[in-house]
């Protein structure tokens, strides 16, 4: 009997032995299913990589079958024939240099995009290094050409002499390159200036210049081959970034000067700077100021010492967004950068419209006619720099020891004015600041620049230069952040629209499978080349930051905009599960993201089946951090935020499980219908853009 009862289970026991079963079986499904996600994921990278290598594979059989004659720039024996036959090509007559330099472009964009686009993995150093050295060498080309044509056309100005202003001038405009010249052959002292109709390009010189054997020239590029393609941040112990260009091509491109210094050491003191401008030299970039002013860099430290909760300055330095309450940090402290008074930060600001050369040469000698026969002094010197502002004697000085007012002003070398209308095909959201191009520091600096003027209605801007500079058009690379709001939906199966609302404007990018296109509405410029056009999201990317459209965070952006910063883990992992789930879950910007703290995350998600917008009252809040994720109870139109759980739901240990337990079977086989290219197309903006962060 006793042992009868011994053998007999309590009603607790029976209820522990069952919860264990119970949690047992729970935790077996758990990892079942843990696996079979891990399964599908490894299933739709492997899918993701083998589509991607096969568009990799077409790429390149179509080069291969292009059969126009073209190198194919990543084979080294047929780029190097290809430069070697160019460089030593005497053909100077201009709408044939500028074929070929349209030739060497498109040779450049496809090396650019073989260095963005291809795997990390599959590119070597030698390639990469290659590759770079090619682009060098075939920009310092172009560059020469452009100049050797330029001095093939000015030694005919007095055959191209306007009768009514009896000076020569001419404007030659291509989709990549418009330049004027201007030759100076009647020399009159009145002269005060001449205007490019044509090409909306002007300038204005002293009487000095008026009355010398000069030729002026306005070659603007829609290209920008001057600034450095990866700038790196100067500071005391950093000795250089990972990212920039080899030292080793500058000594190449110094080799390549020599070769084509074929018509004297006088020669072409234009190619000799431009072989200057065009090398990237190493040391000169690691002593290169990439900053802002001394001052904007003093006042923004000043700023930080104050205190987080201070409005941030609206400097060049950085923005401040409305609203934010103390869980909005400031940037991150780095060591300070080593700076140089004017010159240009390329982390802050980002160069706009391409470059335009401005310069100044001395007239090569004219043919003359002598009974019949037309006499030409042949010249070995080549394109010569004038020299401006001109060294000038000083008078004597009187017994009453004051110049006379004409004298004085003879010792002077009055500034150059410049006024051109802002470039086509790019978006200025603020007023364009002018830079021009230090050759020695390989830098932009801001000095030499005065009596700035910009036209609003007309789009065009003039300004004074103390000497002769090729100049560019700046821009705040973050003058679009932060944003105000955010909104990604599906339009279906494997398309999504991501809505950002700006600091200043609206930006809209559709996503279908692996490509992007971006829609931007009230806008009066000109993008057509980039508007309405699917791309891969890195050449959007760049054809967005190019244009002045930049809604694209990157390691430097917390320097210059105040961030509502967020756990780097937790920030990840919404990404990645916003996007495995962007085929039918809607999701948008919550103002209770800024209050809810750094480990933590809120965003509005909807079921959404539909292609309309969602409706407001459809939205729910879900509260996201790396250890578990929750509905909330409160709305986003609720009068304080509070971290309660909404009644009939539970805690999940991530945002992905939690949705996925509340969905029907229908609408989860369409989550697992998507395709991995749209998801990975989808992520890669989100990571992006940051949306989490710089809201």
Known sequence: MSAKKKGKLSKAERDRIKNEEEEKRQKEE???????EQEEAERAEKERKVQEEHERLESKWDRYMRCDGSPDPSVPQEINTYISLWREMNDVEINDVLSQCALAFCLIDELEFLLNETPSSELNEEDVLQYKETILTLQSLIHSKHNKATEEILKHSSALADIETGNMQTVIKTKDVTLCLWANLNKNPRFKGYKFQEAGMAFELSKQLAVSDIAVRLLHTRYDHLSPPSPPLQ??????????????????????????GEHGEETDSVLVAEEENQSVK??????????????????????KAEGDGEKKPESPGGKTADGQDESTAAPQEREEDVMEEDAVDLHQYTPLGGVFYFDVFKLPPQPSLIKGWTITKLSETGLQVFPYPVELTPPQISGSGKLEDKEAD????????VTITLPEGVMFLEEPQVARWDATGQQWKTDCISDVKHDKEEGKISFKMSTFHAFTLLQDSY??????????????????????????????????????????????????????????????????????VNVFADEHSDRYVSVNEKAHQAE????????????????????????CGKDHLVIQVSEHLKTEPVAEEEWALYLLSARRSLRLKITEYSSAFEADLAEGTEFHSTFLHMVKDGISDSVLERVNQSRPLFIDCVHKLLCATRVLTYS
């Open 30 to 36: 758990e990892q079942a299913r843990l696996i079979a």
């Open 235 to 260: 500071t005391h112990t950093s000795p250089s970034i990972a990212e920039s260009w080899p030292a080793s091509l500058a000594e190449s491109r110094q080799g390549q000067g020599e070769q084509e």
């Open 282 to 303: 190493s040391e000169g970039r690691k002593s290169t100021q990439s900053a802002v002013s001394v001052k904007e860099e003093a006042s923004s430290a000043e700023m």
């Open 410 to 417: 003879s010792l002077t070398s009055p500034p150059v004015v």
């Open 479 to 548: 003058v679009n952040m932060p944003f105000q709001s955010w909104e990604l939906r599906p339009l279906g199966p494997n398309s999504a629209l991501l809505t950002i609302t700006a600091a200043i404007s609206e930006v809209q990018i559709t996503i279908k499978d692996d490509q992007c296109m971006l829609n931007i509405a009230n806008t009066e410029n000109n993008l057509s080349h980039i508007r309405g056009h699917w791309m891969t999201p890195s050449g959007l990317m760049r054809a967005m930051r190019r244009a002045g």
């Open 572 to 595: 990840q992992a919404a990404y990645e599960q916003m996007a495995l789930l962007s085929s039918v879950f809607a999701f948008a910007w919550s103002r209770w993201n800024a209050a």
